[in-house]
C-alpha cells in the first residue's frame, strides 16, 4: 500500500533529504548526471522512464503531504528501493527555501551519456532532428525540447557551450519533454553538425536572413535543423557552410525568439518528412 511506503519529515534539516535544500540557489544539475523532477507531469514521465529502464532513473521523492492521495498510482509505479519522503507545507518550504505550491519533487539521475558517434547511428533512416548551438537560456531550452516532443522530432543535439537540460526550470518548461525525448549534448557547434551531415542528414540553419523560405525547404529523408542562441544567434560560419531558411514575418519586426521560431519550423519539417 501506498501508506507504508510514506516517510514522515519533520525537519528541514534532516540529512535523507538533502539533496533537496534550497534547491532555488543550489540546482543539482551538472552534478554527477542527477538533476531536480518537479511537478506531477515531470514526475510521472520520470516513473515511466524508471520503469522502462531508459536513460533515467529515479533516487528519491519529496511530497507535500496533501498530495499523496493524487499521486497514488505514480508512488505504486516506483520501486520499493525508491523512498517516498512526506512533509508538511512548512516543513517543505524550510527544505526548499520557498514556498512550493506544487509540492512534488524528485532527485532524477540521467544514466551515462552516449558518445556522439553511437548516438547518431541509433538513429533511424527517416529522422528529424533539432540541434542547438550556444543556447542558454533554460525558458528557451525547455521550449525547444517541448516543440521537438510535439512534432515528433526524432532527437535533440546540442553543443557543448549549451546550457543543461536537466536544470530544473528548464525541466519544468519542456513538460517533462528532456526525460522523453532522446539528446545528446557534446562537441563543438561545428564538429556537431558535420558529424550529422556525414551521416546523411540535411542542414538548415534557422536565421531571419536566410535564403530560403521554411516553407520551400525540399523533403528529404533525413533533416536537421538548427538554432541559435538569441541576439546574436547562428555564427556566419555555420550559416555560410550549411543551408539557410528563414520564417516569413512582417517587416519591421525582429526576429521571433528560438522557442516560438523552433515550433513553427518543426512544424513544417515534420509535414515534409510524413510526406516521403
Request: proline fraction near 4%; charge should be negative; aromatic fraction near 6%.
Amino acid at each position: 500500500m501506498t501508506s507504508s511506503r510514506l516517510i514522515e519529515i519533520t525537519d528541514a534539516d534532516d540529512p535523507r533529504i538533502a539533496e533537496f535544500r534550497d534547491i532555488r540557489e543550489r540546482d543539482l544539475t551538472g552534478r554527477e548526471n542527477r538533476f531536480i523532477a518537479e511537478g506531477t507531469v515531470v514526475l510521472r514521465l520520470l516513473a515511466g522512464a524508471h520503469a522502462a529502464e531508459g536513460d533515467f532513473a529515479a533516487e528519491k521523492v519529496l511530497l507535500l503531504r496533501n498530495r499523496v492521495s493524487g499521486l497514488s498510482d505514480i508512488i505504486e509505479a516506483l520501486p520499493a528501493d525508491v523512498p517516498i519522503y512526506v512533509a508538511t507545507a512548512e516543513v517543505l518550504d524550510g527544505i526548499v527555501g520557498f514556498h512550493l505550491h506544487r509540492g512534488v519533487l524528485a532527485l532524477g539521475r540521467r544514466k551515462a551519456e552516449t558518445g556522439l558517434s553511437a548516438f547518431l547511428e541509433r538513429l533511424p533512416q527517416r529522422a528529424l532532428v533539432l540541434a542547438g548551438c550556444g543556447i542558454s537560456n533554460h525558458d528557451n531550452m525547455g521550449s525547444m525540447f517541448r516543440n521537438a516532443a510535439a512534432f515528433g522530432a526524432d532527437a535533440v543535439l546540442l553543443d557543448e557551450s549549451c546550457c543543461d537540460p536537466l536544470y530544473r526550470k528548464a525541466l519544468r518548461v519542456s513538460v517533462g519533454s528532456i526525460l522523453t525525448v532522446p539528446y545528446c549534448r557534446q562537441s563543438s557547434d561545428l564538429d556537431l553538425l558535420s558529424a550529422m551531415a556525414d551521416r546523411g542528414f540535411a542542414i538548415w540553419s534557422l536565421s531571419p536572413n536566410g535564403k530560403v523560405d521554411i516553407r520551400d525547404v525540399p523533403a528529404l529523408e533525413r533533416m536537421a535543423l538548427v538554432v541559435g542562441t538569441e541576439g546574436d544567434g547562428l555564427p556566419q560560419n555555420i550559416l555560410s557552410r550549411f543551408g539557410s531558411v528563414r520564417i516569413p514575418q512582417a517587416p519591421g519586426l525582429d526576429s521571433l525568439n528560438v522557442a516560438t521560431a523552433s515550433g513553427i519550423a518543426l512544424f513544417e519539417m515534420a509535414a515534409r518528412i510524413k510526406r516521403i
